[in-house]
């Protein structure tokens, strides 16, 4: 069922929608995509209005820069309310129920051949059936319903306890944040099964990669969300906290600690699609994935989300960026140039989310640069949620060439910093590189259980100030080249 609404005027006034939101909180029911014209169709006015919206309830499912459409999930009420504010577009009906949509009078269902929890569990045992040499399979953690989250590390060094796996630089790929986006586990397990088939048969690329780098992947860290996208509602965007028997949801992506609501980011409010929970890392998922980075410490990290074809970098709030913005702001604009829109003409759009699209407070990408000092990325993949299965070769063939140059990358111009006693045995140490400042609440780098620490680190003169808790201090200058580098401080 199509509509038309062509409305008079772009003024905006305060929606005041929440209250219809919360309202229909975690009840299945006929909802809309609601296409809005943008009015200029500039990337201002793009990113003004959809802030806009944010900031007032509405579910943004995705924005497409290049046609100056933002779509919002939302009900009768909410399309009325936004035909009553002077916006114009098209609605397209969805019915919801049992994990199938009505669009134009045509009945899709969700393609079976998109992963589910159970199938992305099997999925990973098989890889590591498979390549017993190069994987192992970790459950990081228990969602609210009980099932596993699962993890699978892919390295010629997979054991995460010995000091091997510790000797190296770890790189980290997550997918479904967000229960719907399906087509983002896809992605994350074409990362390790890719790798894994090419470095099995002999030398090369990819052999060279797992012999100097650990790669772990969680493919699909929202279970609880996704089961339900199968069940009973396909545009589940939250987990499954509830009231009773009653779900509300808590978007994962606004529940890390890092600038949790700090920034209007976020909701506060149970009822709407970026619900932040009642605490920093409150929510059993967003503790599995801080568990697992706290354990490899990664150096880089990519997490996959749809949709709107960008690739987004820290910091999530207004106005900030990190100590290292031209680093990774010219990465993120390398990766997003070698990615070209579903639609032809033209690529990915690269920026922080608050330069693009809005505020986001309580993100996984911000918390891991604040945490780790490691280049964090979040891609928006797509034109849709749930785009036909026909566009699943095309997607992770697409992605391979971002996420081999961001793996060339911290390869190249990796710093490895081994930190020893005179006996030569590993000291824990907190770490400051003093060119990198710390300014919007990070913390310092440390090394880990083997004593390293590695850094991605464009070429220039640095000072490495080290520490250890029982008071031995170090500074230590060092000289990056265009290539990898490997120092050791002894105290």
């Given at each position: 069922?199509?509509?038309?609404?062509?409305?008079?005027?772009?003024?905006?006034?305060?929606?005041g929608f929440a209250a219809v939101m919360a309202a229909n909180a975690g009840a299945p029911q006929t909802r809309y995509r609601f296409y809005i014209d943008v009015p200029n169709k500039s990337a201002q006015n793009l990113r003004s209005?959809?802030?806009?919206?944010n900031r007032n309830g509405f579910d943004i499912a995705g924005v497409d820069i290049k046609a100056g459409k933002i779509e919002v999930i939302t009900s009768e009420e909410g399309v009325t309310y936004l035909k009553s504010k002077g916006m114009s577009g098209t609605a397209l009906k969805v019915m919801v129920a049992g994990g199938k949509q009505k669009i134009a009078g045509i009945t899709e269902g969700l393609?079976?051949?998109?992963?589910?929890?159970?199938?992305?569990?099997?999925?990973?045992?098989?890889?590591?059936?498979?390549?017993?040499?190069?994987?192992?399979?970790?459950?990081?953690?228990?969602?609210?319903?009980?099932?596993?989250?699962?993890?699978?590390?892919?390295?010629?060094?997979?054991?995460?306890?010995?000091?091997?796996?510790?000797?190296?630089?770890?790189?980290?790929?997550?997918?479904?944040?967000?229960?719907?986006?399906?087509?983002?586990?896809?992605?994350?397990?074409?990362?390790?099964?890719?790798?894994?088939?090419?470095?099995?048969?002999?030398?090369?690329?990819?052999?060279?990669?797992?012999?100097?780098?650990?790669?772990?992947?969680?493919?699909?860290?929202?279970?609880?969300?996704?089961?339900?996208?199968?069940?009973?509602?396909?545009?589940?965007?939250?987990?499954?906290?509830?009231?009773?028997?009653?779900?509300?949801?808590?978007?994962?992506?606004?529940?890390?600690?890092?600038?949790?609501?700090?920034?209007?980011?976020?909701?506060?409010?149970?009822?709407?699609?970026?619900?932040?929970?009642?605490?920093?890392?409150?929510?059993?998922?967003?503790?599995?994935?801080?568990?697992?980075?706290?354990?490899?410490?990664?150096?880089?990290?990519?997490?996959?989300?749809?949709?709107?074809?960008?690739?987004?970098?820290?910091?999530?709030?207004?106005?900030?960026?990190?100590?290292?913005?031209?680093?990774?702001?010219?990465?993120?604009?390398?990766?997003?140039?070698?990615?070209?829109?579903?639609?032809?003409?033209?690529?990915?759009?690269?920026?922080?989310?608050?330069?693009?699209?809005?505020?986001?407070?309580?993100?996984?990408?911000?918390?891991?640069?604040?945490?780790?000092?490691?280049?964090?990325?979040?891609?928006?993949?797509?034109?849709?949620?749930?785009?036909?299965?026909?566009?699943?070769?095309?997607?992770?063939?697409?992605?391979?060439?971002?996420?081999?140059?961001?793996?060339?990358?911290?390869?190249?111009?990796?710093?490895?910093?081994?930190?020893?006693?005179?006996?030569?045995?590993?000291?824990?140490?907190?770490?400051?590189?003093?060119?990198?400042?710390?300014?919007?609440?990070?913390?310092?780098?440390?090394?880990?259980?083997?004593?390293?620490?590695?850094?991605?680190?464009?070429?220039?003169?640095?000072?490495?100030?080290?520490?250890?808790?029982?008071?031995?201090?170090?500074?230590?200058?060092?000289?990056?080249?265009?290539?990898?580098?490997?120092?050791?401080?002894?105290?």
């Amino acid at each position: 069922m199509n509509k038309k609404y062509t409305f008079l005027g772009s003024t905006l006034i305060a929606l005041g929608f929440a209250a219809v939101m919360a309202a229909n909180a975690g009840a299945p029911q006929t909802r809309y995509r609601f296409y809005i014209d943008v009015p200029n169709k500039s990337a201002q006015n793009l990113r003004s209005m959809s802030g806009y919206l944010n900031r007032n309830g509405f579910d943004i499912a995705g924005v497409d820069i290049k046609a100056g459409k933002i779509e919002v999930i939302t009900s009768e009420e909410g399309v009325t309310y936004l035909k009553s504010k002077g916006m114009s577009g098209t609605a397209l009906k969805v019915m919801v129920a049992g994990g199938k949509q009505k669009i134009a009078g045509i009945t899709e269902g969700l393609d079976q051949r998109y992963y589910n929890p159970d199938k992305i569990q099997a999925k990973l045992k098989d890889l590591n059936t498979k390549f017993p040499k190069l994987t192992s399979m970790l459950e990081i953690g228990k969602s609210l319903q009980g099932r596993s989250i699962w993890a699978l590390v892919v390295s010629t060094t997979p054991d995460v306890n010995d000091a091997k796996f510790h000797s190296k630089p770890t790189a980290m790929f997550d997918a479904m944040h967000h229960a719907r986006e399906v087509m983002t586990p896809e992605v994350v397990v074409d990362i390790a099964e890719s790798m894994l088939n090419t470095a099995t048969k002999g030398p090369g690329r990819a052999r060279t990669v797992l012999e100097g780098m650990n790669i772990v992947i969680v493919p699909m860290l929202n279970v609880d969300g996704n089961a339900i996208v199968w069940s009973s509602d396909n545009m589940w965007r939250k987990n499954a906290h509830a009231d009773g028997n009653r779900p509300y949801g808590v978007d994962i992506n606004r529940n890390y600690p890092y600038k949790f609501s700090a920034c209007n980011g976020s909701s506060g409010q149970k009822g709407a699609q970026d619900f932040r929970g009642a605490a920093g890392a409150s929510e059993p998922e967003t503790k599995a994935l801080m568990a697992i980075a706290e354990k490899v410490r990664p150096v880089g990290s990519i997490s996959y989300h749809s949709y709107s074809e960008l690739v987004l970098y820290p910091y999530g709030c207004d106005g900030d960026y990190t100590g290292e913005h031209a680093m990774i702001d010219k990465l993120g604009k390398d990766m997003a140039a070698k990615l070209p829109s579903d639609r032809a003409g033209s690529n990915y759009t690269p920026g922080t989310p608050w330069d693009i699209l809005y505020a986001v407070d309580g993100d996984s990408m911000s918390w891991i640069y604040a945490a780790f000092g490691a280049p964090s990325f979040v891609f928006e993949i797509n034109q849709d949620f749930q785009p036909p299965y026909s566009l699943r070769d095309p997607t992770v063939m697409k992605q391979r060439a971002a996420w081999h140059h961001f793996l060339d990358q911290l390869a190249q111009h990796m710093l490895t910093v081994q930190v020893r006693d005179t006996a030569g045995k590993p000291v824990q140490a907190a770490l400051n590189i003093v060119q990198i400042p710390h300014v919007k609440g990070e913390r310092d780098f440390g090394t880990n259980m083997a004593g390293n620490f590695f850094k991605m680190l464009m070429p220039g003169n640095y000072s490495i100030e080290t520490k250890t808790k029982d008071g031995r201090k170090s500074v230590t200058p060092v000289s990056m080249g265009d290539g990898p580098q490997t120092v050791t401080i002894t105290l």
